[in-house]
């Protein structure tokens, strides 16, 4: 089809739009998943015999990115970081902002002081140690009189 008939059809991009908003991944919930998903750093968690360490994997923030915090026996990791950059130039002027954030909780066991918890970040991993408390049953002997 030549230009001049493509115009006065109205056919100057079909190509282009009909692979654009014909394609199965532009209105696909993958499309979007993949696009505005919020990312939630991969976690792995040890049990020692003394304490529980959890590695958390969160490349580009810094330490003071963080927030941890226990509520009721239960251990919350968030990270937020905001950056804007500005670039002025004698013919224009370029901004570029960006956000990220994460949040992730965890049911911590009986077994865990999470007063005692520390927290170390460095390489782009936060490292948590949550010591143990002993779970004793008590054994004493009691006598309960009747009344």
Do not use: C
């Not at 908003?21 to 499309?31: A, H, S, Y």
Request: no cysteine.
């Amino acid at each position: 089809m030549s230009q001049l008939k493509a115009l006065k059809n109205g056919n100057v991009f079909p190509a282009l739009l009909s692979n654009f908003f014909d394609n199965d991944r532009f209105l696909t919930n993958g499309w979007l998943e993949k696009e505005f998903n919020q990312s939630i750093p991969a976690l792995n968690i040890k049990e020692g015999a003394n304490e529980f360490n959890i590695e958390f994997a969160a490349p580009g923030f810094k330490k003071t990115d963080f927030k941890i915090t226990t509520e009721e026996n239960i251990l919350t990791i968030s990270a937020e970081k905001q950056e804007e950059k500005n670039e002025e130039k004698k013919h224009f002027t370029r901004k570029e902002f960006s956000y990220e954030s994460f949040s992730r909780s965890i049911q911590l066991p009986e077994n865990s002081k999470s007063n005692k918890i520390e927290a170390k970040y460095e390489d782009g991993i936060l490292n948590l140690v949550i010591p143990k408390k002993d779970l004793t049953v008590s054994h004493e002997k009691k006598e309960i009189a009747v009344a």
